[in-house]
């Protein structure tokens, strides 16, 4: 029997994984960052259930520190699809005290995001999150499973993680235990973009090369945009042409310089890179282990 | 560019396994340099985490081993997965640790790959996990073994050494292993026989590793009997969709088309294939490997679980007692009569372990009776009782009806892997 193209063979991997999701849970979510991984997830789990409607409302968890482009797109996306939006701010969790916002020029609120997440799955009793994230993105996040189990405390124990063997999926856990998903695991960046590609599927503005106001830090661009990145003197605004290759929180996505007006410009500009998606997130660099560490404690 | 071709590539999912210091993660940090498939980000945080480690040189394994404890050991505690891919094909790698306490993230790794990559240190010939990792490869059903003599710059890159270690392996692994075996000698620390053929051993004509990789034939099943396993039932009740009824799951063997004649086990219903769909798209027939959801003619009582099944051909086989291979992954032992929870395919049931049938002792490769208890890493041959009868096939003719494992009702844990093995009871 002929094998299934790759582009084939994840989407039914990603599809089986979004049912077992919704058979094995009692009040599963999507965590929908307005990045081109969640969208990807959250038109894979409308391929699974169609034609019933979305089982999972989508969670997003606002630094108050977006492009406004991801929330015009995240608004229009729940419209077009009747899900329900959950939203958790972390201007909240700075107000109620639980987080002390980072202080200086390079301030971010992308650590903060782990309190609100936290807080926003326990107030809502969500006991499964599924995200978008990607093994081939990041060393730490090569090493999860597809059903991650989390402790009270939402925290993940990569020294101990349970077996998971062929494609079956233990989703058992105690009371005030929850669970991440992570239906996309075995796709790469290149195989989201081929697969935007092959689907039609419509993305924000932010991707596609776009006139912007820059400044250049630490060897990479950042938008100048907002108010509330402080620059230094010799930091000079330029403007110039650019594109996301991944969307985060504002304060720390860098840009790319590129001339991508379409989805095959895109797929050629990533065929020839020689620096990952990853390297442009401020977030990473941190540390030698930034990511795993903020899993750890409960990170996306 | 021409992106299209790109759009139809084929997927190769294969493991590494071997004993510690076999150099698996070295082996897949060359791979992916050489194949240049390492970015210069990635490159220059290795680069920079060698020298603060005091390495002289590059230390490829710091591409793979991302956990901290990992990176402080130096060693592999968890599978990693890593992807390429070269023009001919694309690859997902499960890179998995060495060590016998970790054996559990091995058997991970493993389980879902078609191949697996298997590590013998030159210097030191097949040892006690060489033979481990090749009996639990053999029992996940894995068809093609390469197995990577490596370090042969240690070694003087002789030959003899290649054949003596060749002959060692074969003759341990021809009691157990139904595997295709290859053999290649390979340096993974300079580069010999991975991507690029080796100038320092001429007298090996074979393969380098990647091109065996690009070219190495995978059989698929052959084209039997429809089986899908019901992991939802799809019901929209909405004002365009009234009474829509859809049964969603992945085929796990052969082909369906609209107006075939189905049935339904373990109640042995049948009716009529009206539709199959993927998302808004209607499909004229599925394949072994698709997530469908199929509409049938009749109202009949399916539920998650229930398997359907091409009527006309051999029914799956339905017992509440089977024979498996078992291998058990925690610590906390294995106690004959306890109640476990067992997953098999979308059904989950309560088990009991009526018997332990014979333990494999991995050093002598006998079989030992007589053994009341297993704890981690043990392999061994079980009867198990389950509270419902399942519905099966025997592991080495379908992966996803032949296989399960033991969850801990206590801690929630996975405890075990079982293969169902066609055996009277």
Redesign the interface.
């Known amino acids: ?13 990603s ?2 994984i979004l ?2 999701v ?2 094995q849970f009692e009040r599963p979510c999507i965590l929908f960052s307005g990045g081109k991984d969640s969208i990807v997830l959250t038109y894979l789990a ?8 979305l089982p999972f409302p989508l969670v997003h968890i606002d630094t108050g520190h977006n492009f406004p482009e991801t929330l015009t797109y995240r608004d229009a996306l729940v419209e077009k699809l009747g899900a329900d939006l959950v939203v958790g701010y972390v201007q909240d969790s700075i107000d109620q005290g639980k987080v002390t916002e980072e202080k200086g020029y390079n301030a971010s609120r992308n650590k903060l995001q782990t309190v609100t997440l936290l807080d926003t799955l326990a107030e809502h009793k969500f006991d499964c999150a599924c995200g978008g994230a990607r ?2 993105e ?3 996040r ?2 999860e ?1 597809i059903f991650s189990h989390r402790d009270e405390f939402g925290q993940w124990n ?2 101990n ?8 999926y ?1 989703a ?3 009371m005030g235990e929850h669970f991440r998903a992570f239906p996309i ?2 796709w ?1 960046e ?1 195989d989201v973009w ?1 697969y935007i ?2 689907e039609g599927i419509e993305l924000p503005s932010l991707y596609y090369t776009h006139k912007r106001r820059c400044f250049m830090r630490d060897g990479q661009w950042l938008s100048a945009d907002p108010p509330f990145i402080p620059r230094r003197d010799s930091e000079v605004v330029q403007e110039l042409e650019v594109r996301c290759r991944t969307i985060g929180d504002v304060t720390c996505t860098g840009l790319t310089l590129s001339h991508a007006h379409r989805i ?1 410009d895109i ?2 500009e990533i ?1 020839a ?4 998606e990853r ?1 442009g997130r401020a977030d990473d660099k941190r540390s ?2 930034a990511m ?2 903020r899993k750890k404690q409960g990170y996306f | ?1 021409d ?1 299209k071709g ?6 190769l999912r294969f493991s590494t396994a071997g004993s510690v210091d076999d150099g698996k993660s070295t082996l897949i940090g060359r791979l992916l340099y050489d194949s240049k498939s390492i ?4 490159m220059e ?1 290795a680069e ?2 060698s020298k603060s480690r005091g390495n002289e040189d590059l230390n490829l394994a710091l ?7 990992e ?1 402080e050991q130096g060693i592999t ?7 390429f ?1 070269t023009p001919k094909r ?1 690859f ?1 790698i499960a890179d998995t640790p060495g060590h016998i306490q970790y054996t ?2 091995m ?2 790794g493993a ?2 790959t078609d191949l697996a990559i298997i590590l013998v240190d030159a210097r030191h010939g097949v040892m006690e996990q060489t033979v481990r990792h090749s009996w639990l490869v053999s029992l996940l059903g894995i068809k093609e073994i390469v197995v990577c003599i490596n370090k042969m710059d240690l070694v003087d890159f002789s030959e003899e050494v290649f054949d003596k270690i060749k002959a060692e392996y074969l003759a341990m692994a021809q009691s157990f292993c139904k595997a295709h075996i290859s053999f290649i000698p390979i340096s993974a620390k300079l580069g010999d026989n991975v991507v690029n053929p080796s100038a320092n051993m001429p007298w090996y004509d074979g393969k380098a590793l990647l091109e065996y990789l690009e070219t190495v034939k ?1 059989e ?4 039997e009997g429809f089986r899908m396993c019901v ?2 039932v ?3 009740i ?1 004002p ?2 009234p009474d ?1 009824r ?1 049964y ?3 085929i796990c063997q052969g ?1 369906v088309k609209v107006g075939d004649r189905i049935m339904v086990q373990p109640s042995g219903l049948s009716s009529t294939v009206t539709g199959i ?4 798209q209607s499909l004229e027939q599925a ?5 469908v ?1 199929i509409t049938l003619s009749d109202d009949i009582d399916i539920s ?1 679980g229930d398997v359907i099944t091409a009527a006309d051909f051999r029914q799956p086989l339905d017992s509440s007692v089977v024979s498996l291979d078992v291998c058990w ?1 925690r610590p906390e032992q294995l106690v004959l009569g306890k109640r476990y ?1 067992i ?4 059904q989950e049931v309560q088990g009991v372990v009526k018997e332990i049938s014979y333990k494999v002792n991995i050093s002598t490769m006998e079989k030992e009776t007589g053994v009341t208890s297993l704890t981690m890493n043990d392999i061994a041959r079980i009867v198990l009782k389950t509270a419902q009868p399942l519905v099966y096939e025997n592991y080495q003719d379908n ?2 009806l032949g ?3 033991f ?1 801990d ?1 206590g801690t ?3 405890v075990g ?1 079982g293969m169902i093995v066609n055996e009277e009871i």
Request: aromatic fraction near 8%; glycine fraction near 4%; hydrophobic fraction near 35%.
């Open positions: 029997m002929e094998q299934l193209s790759h582009l084939k063979e994840l989407e039914a991997e599809i089986y049912r077992e919704a058979a409308y391929k699974a259930f169609y034609p019933a409607k093994r081939d990041e060393k730490a090569a090493k499973r990569p020294k993680q349970r077996p998971e063997l062929w494609d079956i233990n058992k856990k105690d695991s075995n790469t290149m081929q590609y092959q095959e797929i050629t065929a890179s020689r620096i990952t390297g030698e282990t795993e560490d | 560019m992106n790109y759009l139809d590539m084929k997927l970015f210069e980000d990635q945080e920079k985490a591409l793979t081993d991302g956990l901290r404890a990176r505690i968890d599978v990693a997965y890593r992807y891919a694309k997902i559990r993230n058997v991970t389980s879902t995978i698929r099943s052959a084209d992991q939802w799809d019901r929209p909405s365009k969709w829509f859809g969603a799951g992945r082909i769909m993927i998302g808004e394949v072994c490997g698709q997530s959801v998650r992954l929870l997953r098999h395919a979308t992966r996803t296989s399960l494992i969850i009702p929630n844990d996975t892997a």
